[in-house]
């Protein structure tokens, strides 16, 4: 889920600090340049500072999440916020589409106290488009707000970057993307976390690629190995993984991933034993179905299991030895 907040939002902590002053005095410059690298965030700022800047809350911070402003925003239905269409394959805003804006930015906004324009990659638009948002930028409406992102604003003329208030995204420490892995409920090893955030040299969307691709087929697998396990299926379970018996590596990754969701199972059956809820930090299908399926001691015994595989994966156990110790010790049921 993207951030809604500026709190949410990972990195950049002075950028962010400027922008907590701009919303607390309700001052957000007409005109806005978000540069950086692809996967720096620059769009999710973007939307976080138009959220601000139609919210219509009178105290406390905003954006507030709760007005009908802010509402129609996360619905991605407001009025206000607009997204100016691009010229087909060109990538770049049409000529028409600014003079159009021209029009539409001196009426009055619809619902909200300011109208919000968001050109999005503004690094591919011609110098004619350029020299056409420049014209509403010398002549703003006091109500209009303009927000452009693009990689470097060394692809804008000169004159648009003077007329803008320019911030710069850095690439985030590898900490903080590490423990941000964390929090989207990717059932993966810690070390694998902690590798993606280090090949990401500090760009979120670049360590989310990384992982999404690396987990794509081991979630796969990982359907199928939980449905042999809940079936009893011993034979099937063993033909599953015979496409794996040559790969150590994603053999160990199949096992971290299904040990890490028997232990969201496990919190799961304790949440509905104790009344509590557990939807917030447990949202695996397949832990809901082990959870549904078995019980607590059962859960509790596949994880020994589990682990007992893992340490004898580490040991250098023969693959295919390890493969039918694991099969014959999953299928007890």
Not at 71 to 89: R, S, W
Not at 274 to 280: C, L, R
């Amino acid at each position: 889920m993207l951030p809604l907040k500026l709190d949410d939002f990972i990195g950049n902590d002075r950028i962010k600090q400027e922008f907590r002053r701009m919303f607390k005095a309700r001052n957000i410059p007409n005109s806005i340049i978000i540069e950086g690298e692809s996967g720096l965030g620059k769009s999710t700022l973007s939307k976080i500072i138009a959220n601000a800047a139609i919210c219509s809350s009178i105290n406390g911070v905003i954006p507030c999440l709760e007005c009908t402003n802010c509402i129609k925003f996360k619905e991605k239905a407001h009025p206000d916020v607009i997204y100016p269409q691009k010229l087909g394959t060109s990538q770049s805003f049409g000529v028409d589409e600014i003079r159009k804006i021209k029009v539409d930015s001196y009426s009055s906004p619809n619902e909200a106290p300011s109208k919000v324009y968001i050109f999005e990659d503004a690094q591919s638009m011609t110098k004619q488009a350029q020299n056409a948002i420049l014209w509403l930028l010398e002549n703003p409406s006091e109500h209009a707000i303009f927000l452009l992102t693009c990689n470097s604003t060394r692809f804008l003329i000169d004159t648009l970057c003077s007329r803008c208030q320019i911030f710069s995204l850095s690439p985030v420490d590898t900490n903080l993307v590490a423990d941000y892995l964390r929090l989207q409920n990717f059932e993966i090893s810690k070390e694998k976390i902690n590798k993606a955030a280090e090949n990401s040299r500090g760009n979120i969307k670049k360590a989310l690629k990384e992982l999404s691709t690396k987990t794509d087929h081991t979630s796969s697998l990982l359907k199928s190995v939980t449905d042999s396990i809940l079936k009893g299926d011993e034979w099937n379970l063993l033909v599953l993984l015979e496409q794996i018996r040559n790969d150590r590596k994603s053999f160990a990754s199949l096992i971290a991933l299904l040990l890490s969701t028997l232990k969201n199972a496990a919190i799961i059956k304790s949440c509905e034993k104790k009344g509590a809820p557990y939807e917030g930090f447990v949202k695996s299908n397949e832990a809901k179905l082990l959870a549904q399926k078995l019980e607590l001691q059962e859960i509790l015994k596949l994880i020994e299991i589990s682990q007992e595989v893992l340490k004898y994966q580490e040991l250098n156990m023969a693959l295919n030895v390890l493969i039918v110790h694991f099969c014959s010790k999953m299928c007890f049921r």
